[in-house]
């Protein structure tokens, strides 16, 4: 394929000729990245040419006009999604505007010429995100950022679970406190539970069943076998060996969970046919469909191949037959082992009842935002949902990041990407079908990378991350639908949309209603000051760090400099040395802010190089946090307790534990503690004032 022509086919498929380096130079992509990337995606053209699109959205108020492909006289029939129909027939060629009213929601359109028949989804939107009647009305709520894992308790069993959620949830509202912000919450990989990162999880559209609290399945209660097990000498000890730990011991909680949920699901299965349990739990499997059903099987039959010695890798260390949910092999064993299946899926709709308590309780509490989830931007390779929907992916690939001055080979995430043409070529139900299980039991929704609704860095599988190059995605449309399941679920939407944003997407974001991130530590202008509160926008959530950032108190002592060179993370010690000279001048523009915003005494230290973290500069920092323009504030109990050890470093894997670090202390410590009381009560007061 010549070059030029080589062009017209990567921009047909959406592939950018260009990218801007870390200079804001362009970059071209070379013809070898073209191809490989061309030979992973699906052809647009390979379904066929027809009159329409398989899917439209129109948002808003635009005028909703087609032009059907096609010669002569043709019909025309409009399904509504109420069931309402309307019909006609049009002259191909010539436009058509779609019948009105027309509701927003998701429509049919079938287009006939003899026998012939082609299908398009109309999908009709509101312009912008739904927005709590609280924010709506101006107020300015905060919350506790919490990475659900870390927490400790004298109750749980040695990770934060959903008993502890709820308690987070009374506690943070009895202090004025509107929501908790949740790490990722989707299902990962009970046969190799070290694989702990919520961002490269095995579904999204299911729970992570680790979280599931124990002591409140009512069926291991009453279970004779399970209590004596769980009173045993050697069961107590191993379960406050897994409270006790400084870091969450992954394979021990998950021994223990799935040992205690076995004898809990014996008891479940003596049941009688007419129990209740068992009716909402029937409910549930006929409600989850093939997902749910696929997604049991395969943490059932991954147990299984581990035991065979397969790799932690998932489906693709599997031998052939074992590599699609579909094969004959795989349905022979569905088939021989439907109880296996049913009490994987049993243990989803425990997760998911405990979920949907806490969310009531959040509501019973009056909070208005209640709980926030993440959605992370994709799943592993070896995952159920790439098993059991390879077509939607390109196992070919995976996304990450461009080079930048920091990582000069770009980032590899090791996920790979959904094809755009795919998920169009479907009507984007994929898509809809994340966010709606994402939305559930939730006040908003974080969409983690969010530049992903506009564009991916795609990698070719065996090459290094610069070799990639951006993708597009239909960003208006899929902005479209967020926003349409965003109001139908009284949802609202947080875009994480730090690192590098395109200016195209900026603006988008922030006229269909998604809030934007500004964390503190980014807040700087172009002469190294810091942003005052006041000009926080609104339609945004402030934060001093985040899981992926140094906190409060790791900042001030750049502690995560100090890491990261022990560590190795960085080429030679002038880069260290550069670091260390940025972060003397971050802090003492951040000391000056907050001089100048009043949130510490007139007479503290001017000079940071003179001033260690104490609690009085800790409670300044969240004083000015406080007065911040922006509708929500999240706060970190990591900062509350002034931890300095991070959560995760990125761009680690073996080099640091990353998703273990439990929180310093255990809920009952942490609101007893009379600094973290003022301090919550200062930030729940000056928020009201703003």
């Given amino acids: 394929m010549k070059s030029t022509s080589l062009d017209k086919a990567a921009l047909a ?12 130079e362009p970059e071209a992509i070379s013809d070898d990245t073209k191809r490989a990337l061309l030979a992973v995606m699906e052809n647009p053209q390979k379904a066929g040419k027809s009159p329409l699109p398989p899917v439209v959205v129109f948002s808003g108020n635009r005028q909703r006009v087609l032009t059907p492909e096609i010669d002569g006289s043709i019909n025309w029939q409009l399904q509504t999604e109420i069931g309402k129909t309307f019909s006609g027939s049009l002259t191909g060629g010539e436009a058509f505007t779609l019948p009105s009213p027309l509701g927003q929601g998701y429509h049919q359109l079938t287009l006939s010429k003899g026998k012939r028949e082609w299908h398009t989804r109309v999908i009709i939107t509101p312009r912008r995100c739904y927005l709590p009647p609280a924010l709506r009305a101006g107020e300015k709520r905060w919350g506790a950022l919490v990475q659900l894992y870390t927490v400790r308790s004298g109750k749980n069993w040695g990770i934060g679970d959903f008993g502890d959620l709820e308690t987070l949830l009374e506690q943070l509202a009895a202090r ?31 729970l992570n069943i680790i979280y599931i609290d124990v002591s409140q399945v009512a069926d291991f209660q009453q279970s ?42 014996a008891q479940f299965q003596a049941r009688g046919a007419d129990d209740e349990q068992k009716r909402q739990f029937a409910a549930f499997i006929q409600q989850g469909g093939d997902s749910l059903r696929y997604q049991a099987a395969y943490d059932g039959l991954q147990i299984e191949m581990q035991g065979k010695g397969a790799a932690h890798a998932g489906w693709p260390a599997w031998p052939e037959g074992w590599r699609h949910s579909q094969s004959s092999d795989v349905q022979d064993w569905c088939a021989q082992h439907a109880d296996e299946i049913a009490f994987w899926q049993w243990l989803q709709w425990l997760a998911q009842q405990q979920f949907s308590q806490c969310w009531a309780r959040s509501q019973a509490l009056g909070m208005s935002v209640g709980l926030y989830r993440d959605l992370a931007v994709g799943v592993a390779e070896g995952s159920a949902e790439t098993w059991h929907d390879p077509e939607l992916y390109r196992l070919k690939a995976s996304i990450g990041a461009p080079p930048d001055r920091l990582g000069p080979l770009g980032q590899n995430w090791g996920l790979p990407p959904m094809d755009p043409h795919v998920l169009q070529a479907r009507g984007y139900q994929p898509f809809i079908d994340i966010l709606r299980a994402n939305m559930r039991d939730c006040g908003a929704l974080r969409i983690d990378h969010v530049m992903a609704l506009l564009r991916l860095w795609w990698v070719p599988a065996g090459e290094t991350a610069d070799k990639g190059a951006y993708v597009a995605y239909p960003v208006h449309d899929l902005l479209g639908i967020l926003a349409l399941e965003s109001q139908r679920q009284r949802c609202m939407v947080i875009g994480e949309d730090l690192g590098t944003v395109p200016k195209e997407i900026v603006s988008l974001l922030r006229d269909s209603g998604v809030f934007s991130w500004k964390v503190l530590w980014f807040e700087q202008e172009k002469k190294g000051d810091y942003r005052a509160p006041q000009h926080y926008p609104r339609q945004s959530i402030a934060s001093a760090s985040t899981h992926d ?10 502690g995560d400099l100090q890491l990261g060179e022990k560590i190795g993370l960085y080429p030679d ?56 323009n922006s509708a929500l504030l999240g706060l970190q109990p990591e900062d509350w307790l002034g931890m300095t050890t991070p959560v995760n470093v990125p761009g680690t894997v073996d ?6 670090r439990k929180l310093a202390q255990p809920l009952e410590s942490i609101f007893a503690d009379e600094e973290v009381n003022k301090l919550l009560k200062t930030v729940t007061k000056r928020r009201k004032a703003g």
């Fill in 13 to 24: 498929a959406g592939i950018a000729l260009t990218y801007f380096d870390a200079n804001g």
């Fill in 176 to 206: 004025g406190g509107d929501f908790v912000g949740l790490n990722p919450l989707h299902a990962l990989y009970p046969a190799s539970p070290a694989f702990a990162s919520p961002y490269s999880p095995s579904s999204r559209r299911w």
């Fill in 224 to 265: 004779s076998a399970g209590q004596k097990w769980w009173k045993s000498a050697k069961t107590q000890k191993a379960l406050n060996q897994a409270r006790e730990t400084e870091w969450v011991d992954y394979d021990a909680v998950m021994a223990l969970k799935i040992t205690a949920l076995r004898h809990g699901w």
């Fill in 549 to 558: 950032l140094p906190t409060l108190t790791g900042f001030w002592s750049a």
């Fill in 573 to 628: 010690a002038q880069t260290v040395l550069n670091l260390q000279q940025q972060r003397m001048k971050q802090k003492q523009a951040l000391l000056d802010a907050l001089h100048k915003a009043g949130a510490v005494p007139a007479r503290s230290a001017k000079r940071a190089d003179s001033l260690a973290m104490t609690a009085e500069l800790n409670q300044s920092v969240h004083r000015f946090l406080a007065d911040t």
């Fill in 655 to 660: 080099q640091y534990p990353n998703w273990r």
